[in-house]
């Protein structure tokens, strides 16, 4: 019987971005409140480089569900801060993403999609809590949606980020749109890794050429 290499996958793509070894307990199971992480907001600020990984497409009209394929590699991203908000600035889109500090359900991104079983495998929850020593309920959840029109074709692109320090970040991208008529629904897992400061001086670096 075929199975999802998702899970292994997952697990790896979170395990890079983690220590090397369990911790009893790491400084990033003290940002779950927004008080606790609006004091470290301005250490996020920075180069980023975002991945996009594979992960599944899924219509209510079909019982199929379909792979979602990893993205290329793209020019990093830049976070700053504005008053008290944290925003992603991307070469590749013209409007920028607002992060906010999400106090709802850890998983509640799954209500909804229960008919997706295979979702939860694009977050091995397990993994994060056994490296950094705490629930996952104990961390910072940031969320944030942008729509892109393409044509006569609407986008939602929801981004729901987990820090597991201050240079790295692992979570999900979901894109709700409509495809000839039907509702479609992308899940793809994502990993950011902080590559520079906002210095002028620092030489940002470009994504390998892929042709």
Known sequence: MFRSPLPILAALAVASLLPQTARAYDPACDFGTPEAFRAVAAEFTGYWRMEHLGGFVWSP???????????????????????????????????????????????????????????????????VEE?????????ARLSGRAVV?????????????????????????QLDATYEGQPVHMFRSVTMTKVGPLDPSFEIPIAPDEG
């Open 61 to 127: 009209t079909s019982p199929m569900i379909l792979p979602f394929g990893a993205d290329e590699p793209r020019p990093p991203v830049t976070i700053y801060q504005s008053g008290n908000a944290l925003f992603v600035s991307s070469p590749m889109n013209d409007t920028d993403l607002e992060l906010a500090f999400d106090t709802g359900p850890t998983r509640g991104f799954e209500a909804g999609f229960e008919a997706i079983p295979r979702l939860s495998e694009l977050v091995p929850w397990s993994t």
């Open 131 to 139: 490296a950094l020593g705490c629930g996952v309920d104990s961390l």
């Open 149 to 173: 029109v393409e044509g006569p074709a609407s986008m939602l692109f929801t981004y729901r980020l987990i820090p597991t320090g201050t240079n790295s970040m692992y979570g999900i991208m």
